[in-house]
């Protein structure tokens, strides 16, 4: 069946310029998640949604990133005035729920490669 | 979040089992042991994961420490395909212990498979 999808998959952009990230994520699944990859480092969170609770967005690192969500289905991650600390790979997952008796493993999608030049 | 500790690295030769360790002497109660791994160029990818019992899956077994301070990757097999950083990731419920969400990624273990 289609996994979780990301688009663009890659995206060059000057500094200072505002982008735009998109994620499908499995049909059905309540939970959607956005980490960052820095190279070479591991994945850092980002922001959670679960159905129709507050989002967590505590691991956004500064007001230039903004992320919404419709419903259960796609997400976009906007960063504005991009910096080239920005540059990192974006991956998005979902699970079908994160209740306390599910602890559902977290499917990925390939990730936008975001490069700010 | 509660720490994981795991090699940097570790090779294999094809065909041979592979044991991945973790530490994770910090461990809560309700901390579950989640395995994932990631191939070059690709998202990570769920692996297995536990509470306290051992666990088995297609793609491997997971061995969990009596005091449950440890824990162990088992790749039966290893294949070329099996060649990827490993994360070993320990997690929580949030506040309020309602519900289990993000994961906190370290650095985990880069596997090499060699022919």
């Known amino acids: 069946g289609a996994g979780v999808s990301q688009s663009p998959s890659n995206k060059v952009t000057e500094k200072g310029k505002d982008v735009e990230l998109r994620c499908d994520p499995i049909?059905?699944?309540?939970?959607l998640y956005w980490y960052r990859q820095r190279l070479g480092q591991g994945l850092e969170f980002l922001i959670y949604f679960q159905g129709n609770s507050a989002p967590d967005k505590s691991g956004l690192p500064s007001d230039r990133f903004s992320a919404e969500r419709t419903g259960e289905s796609v997400s976009t991650l906007t960063i504005q005035r991009t910096q080239q600390e920005d540059s990192a790979v974006y991956l998005c997952?979902?699970?079908?729920?994160?209740?306390?008796?599910?602890?559902?493993?977290?499917?990925f999608g390939d990730g936008t490669r975001l490069s700010i030049l | 979040d509660a720490k994981t500790t795991q090699p940097n690295s570790m090779e294999s030769n094809e065909e041979e089992p592979v044991h991945l360790p973790c530490n994770h002497s910090t461990i809560s109660g309700t901390d579950y042991i989640h395995w994932y791994r990631q191939l070059p160029s690709q998202g990570p990818e769920y692996v297995i994961h536990g509470l306290t019992s051992n666990v088995n899956n297609r793609m491997a077994s997971l061995a969990i420490a009596e005091d449950r301070k440890s824990s162990t990757l088992i790749l039966h097999r290893a294949t070329l395909r099996d060649a990827a950083v490993y994360y070993c990731?320990?997690?929580?419920?949030?506040?309020?212990?309602?519900?289990?969400?993000?994961?906190?990624f370290g650095q985990g273990t880069i596997l090499t498979v060699h022919p």
């Open positions: 997952a979902s699970s079908p729920r994160s209740g306390a008796g599910g602890n559902q493993p977290q499917h």
């Open positions: 990731i320990l997690r929580g419920p949030n506040a309020g212990g309602t519900s289990y969400g993000k994961l906190t």
């Open positions: 049909s059905g699944h309540t939970a």
